[in-house]
């Protein structure tokens, strides 16, 4: 089973950028597609953005297109979330999220096997 391990996050104004790491252990990360899930404060979690096993393809929610790249790196086993112009309603827990081997993106977070702790964006006004 694949171990995941996010960092990168922290508090930031609103217009600036951070960028999230995940780092898989135990398993077999090349052949996993990725997705970052993120759960604010009093709201239900959602999606944030996903990447195929070869990093080929991505897909947004609606809300972070053009402010926000997932990438990945199989050499390193580290899928990445680079978030620029953030605003304060990024603030969230974010996490990544690992999909059983062979398997396409997805949004649905309960098709989703391993589950990093988490990592804290705080975006003030």
């Known amino acids: 089973q694949v171990q995941l391990l996010e960092s990168g996050g922290g508090l930031v104004q609103a217009g600036g950028s951070l960028r999230l790491s995940c780092a898989a252990s135990?398993?077999?990360?090349?052949?996993?597609?990725m997705g970052w899930f993120r759960r604010a404060p009093g709201k239900e979690r959602e999606f944030v953005a996903s990447i195929s096993w070869s990093g080929g393809s991505t897909y947004y929610t609606d809300s972070v297109k053009g402010r926000f790249t997932i990438s990945r790196d199989n050499a390193k086993n580290t899928v990445y979330l680079q978030m620029n112009s953030l605003k304060p309603e990024d603030t969230a827990v974010y996490y990544c999220?690992?999909?059983?081997?062979?398997?396409?993106?997805?949004?649905?977070?309960?098709?989703?096997?391993?589950w990093g702790q988490g990592t804290q964006v705080t975006v003030s006004p």
């Open positions: 135990g398993g077999t990360f090349s052949s996993r597609s």
């Open positions: 999220a690992a999909r059983p081997s062979n398997l396409g993106m997805d949004t649905r977070g309960a098709l989703y096997g391993a």
